[in-house]
């Protein structure tokens, strides 16, 4: 029998779990590819050991349960400890008040790991590091599967079914027993590196055309990709691109060579992504040196090789650091600002995420009228039109310290905004009060009013709140807000003839409702993407080369989602670079299934599919009877998954019976 287990020493592991994921995340700039996976890992398994520590001890009544869990637990304190003593072996460290290496307080590798971290033993087993990222794959699945088991024996109706339980608890000993990593130096290490080889590759970034926006695109270089950082995490004298036209950068007869090489990150720059179907990323403020000027960049068709990398320098690193640096001192902009939770707790930093086309509306909007019930506001004087969607996190970690922020850490808002900024004339909105701005609530269940060739754009029924001067908001709910835009009055060499505020050749309007339908989308995929809030997760499983009839995902999380609200129940596998999102609303008999000998799951249902090209450009696919089937290449993740379904189907076999009729 294992020890028994203490709440104190999971709370230490979980910790120890998430100060190495720190580490490995303040390393990023100075260790190779191969760690990202690694830190994400960390992070998951951080977080659920701290959600067994709910469960410690006294949901863990049955013996069964305290033998698996204790040795879960304890097979997870080896591969962490002996982490620790590679990270400290390896890391430069910042020293306590003796003087000596302070384990927690990791700068960066040093400068031998990134050339001999192939042949460091990176488990106790004497694995490298795809033995490492396959035991911590292990280890969140044996405790993600125990604690399924667990939260789902708190029911009534699992309890009443001691039999199954035991039988259920017996799988879960087995599995763990012949697949959790042992003590013993060799005893799996080979086997780990034959199914899950090293990538031998060099850290790869996306390709892309790079563009200066000014009042039109402009392409600056149609082959650009980041500078590849040093050892230290710098890149050479501090240029933020590379050219790679035919010749490379060896090409020094490349007309536009010269103009990339003087492109670098200034105070002000910051970047986010453009809403939209096609990855677009726009970086605002960036540093021209020949000119001493400030330039709006965007990279556009990024290749989908490398696009990771290169989002989480820009879209995730970058604002980070960025919005620290403005928010202590104190200044609050359309990037970043910091405002008090909606439900309380510590104050939250909203950075921005999305935003509409770079395209400015502000030359284009004729009017914008608000009406609700007898009271109709007309505002004729529109400086501009924004369309922001934000993410946010915690402004305490963040002013802390931006680079032990992981991207697990970052919430994203589940609504977008249409803000409207007045000009010089302002509204009236109550008594002396003059409204300074508009933001309308965008969900994806709101949906825009236009019609092919008229110059409005209508929304009916849509949450707002108007802002004054002083930048107290006022809500305005249940609204009906009308944007009229200036129309074309003539033609001339095939080009529209605008008011005299625009010169476009695609209607306002059009080009206006196109923008809110792509955040719209945005909002959507975000919608499938992540659990929402009235769901529970019931089962979670991270598995590698999943396939259906007509979808394989190398690598990805699958989930088993509760609705709590109507009870019905959704799969969702996202890959891990979240370009692939699978989900699916399952059938009322999906549980009933798994119980059955011999019946596999249904998958026959409703089933939404995201998913990127190689050129970047996102496609979402419905299908109306979803797949026949879901696989899995390793026979141990399979068998993992089918005992967390029983787990999951035995808990709610009585909520799925019918009642009985009157």
């Avoid at 970034?205 to 590849?228: G, H, I, P, R």
């Avoid at 921005?352 to 395209?359: E, Q």
């Amino acid at each position: 029998m294992a020890s028994p287990l203490s709440v104190g020493d999971v709370i230490a592991l979980s910790k120890l779990a998430i100060a190495l994921g720190r580490a490995f995340t303040k390393g990023r700039r100075s260790a190779p590819e191969e760690f990202r996976e690694v830190e994400t890992q960390l992070y998951s398994l951080g977080a659920a050991l701290d959600a067994i520590t709910s469960l410690v001890p006294e949901s863990v009544a049955d013996t069964d349960a305290q033998d698996s869990l204790s040795h879960a637990i304890q097979s997870c304190r080896r591969t962490l400890t002996h982490l620790e003593t590679v990270v400290t072996k390896y890391g430069v460290l910042k020293k306590d008040s003796q003087g000596k290496p302070d384990g927690s307080r990791f700068r960066r590798w040093n400068t031998g790991l990134k050339t001999g971290w192939k042949s460091i033993l990176w488990t106790t087993e004497g694995g490298d590091l795809a033995a490492l990222r396959s035991n911590l794959t292990i280890h969140m699945n044996s405790l993600d599967l125990l604690l399924g088991v667990m939260v789902n024996t708190q029911t009534g109706q699992l309890k009443t079914r001691v039999d199954q339980i035991h039988t259920v608890l017996q799988d879960v000993r087995s599995w763990l027993s012949e697949n959790l990593p042992t003590s013993a130096p060799g005893s799996r290490a080979q086997t780990w590196q034959t199914t899950t080889p090293s990538n031998e590759e060099e850290p790869t970034y996306s390709y892309f055309q790079l563009y200066e926006w000014t009042d039109k695109e402009v392409l600056v270089c149609s082959v650009a990709s980041l500078t590849l950082p040093n050892h230290n995490g710098g890149t050479s004298e501090g240029r933020l691109f590379t050219c790679n036209c035919p010749g490379g950068p060896l090409n020094t007869t490349s007309p536009h060579r010269t103009q990339l090489e003087a492109l670098q990150w200034s105070p002000l720059s910051f970047s986010s992504r453009i809403a939209g179907s096609q990855r677009v990323i726009m970086l605002y403020k960036i540093s021209d040196r020949n000119t001493a000027s400030m330039k709006t960049m965007l990279a556009k068709k990024m290749t989908v090789k490398g696009m990771a990398t290169m989002e989480e320098m820009f879209l995730h690193r970058f604002p980070l650091q960025q919005s620290r640096s403005l928010l202590l001192r104190n200044v609050s902009t359309l990037m970043c600002y910091a405002e008090a939770s909606d439900i309380g707790g510590s104050p939250r930093a909203h950075i921005l995420h999305l935003i509409g086309d770079p395209v400015e509306t502000k030359q284009r909007v004729k009017s914008v009228t608000i009406e609700r019930g007898l009271m109709s506001l007309k505002q004729s004087s529109i400086d501009t039109v924004q369309l922001l969607h934000y993410k946010t996190v915690e402004l305490e970690k963040l002013l802390e310290d931006p680079t032990c922020v992981p991207e697990t850490a970052v919430h994203y808002n589940k609504t977008a905004e249409v803000s409207v900024f007045y000009g010089a004339q302002k509204v009236q909105y109550e008594g002396d009060d003059e409204m300074a701005r508009t933001a309308l609530e965008l969900t994806p269940s709101i949906r825009p009013k236009h019609v092919a060739g008229d110059i409005t754009v209508l929304f009916d029924r849509v949450n707002t709140r108007s802002f004054d001067t002083e930048d107290t908001g006022h809500a305005m709910p249940d609204v009906k807000v009308t944007f009229e835009f200036f129309e074309p009055r003539g033609r001339q060499f095939g080009q529209y003839i605008m008011d005299d505020k625009s010169a476009d050749t695609e209607p306002a309007a059009m080009s206006f409702f196109t923008k809110v339908e792509n955040m719209r989308m945005e909002l959507f995929i975000l919608h499938l993407q992540l659990p929402r809030p009235d769901e529970k997760v019931l089962l979670k499983v991270s598995a590698k080369d999943i396939h259906t009839e007509n979808l394989h995902m190398t690598s990805a999380n699958i989930q088993i989602l509760k609705n709590g609200m109507n009870g019905k129940y959704r799969l969702l596998m996202v890959d891990n670079t979240g370009y692939c999102v699978v989900s699916q609303d399952l059938a009322e008999n999906f549980l009933s299934s798994p119980s059955s000998p011999g019946q596999p799951p249904n998958f026959r249902s409703p089933t939404y599919v995201v998913q990127m090209n190689d050129e970047g450009s996102r496609k979402v696919r419905e299908y109306p009877k979803g797949f026949a089937y879901l696989a899995f290449s390793e026979a141990s993740v399979e068998r993992l998954f089918k005992i967390g379904l029983s787990a999951v189907a035995e808990a709610n076999t009585e909520l799925l019976e019918p009642p009985d009729r009157i």
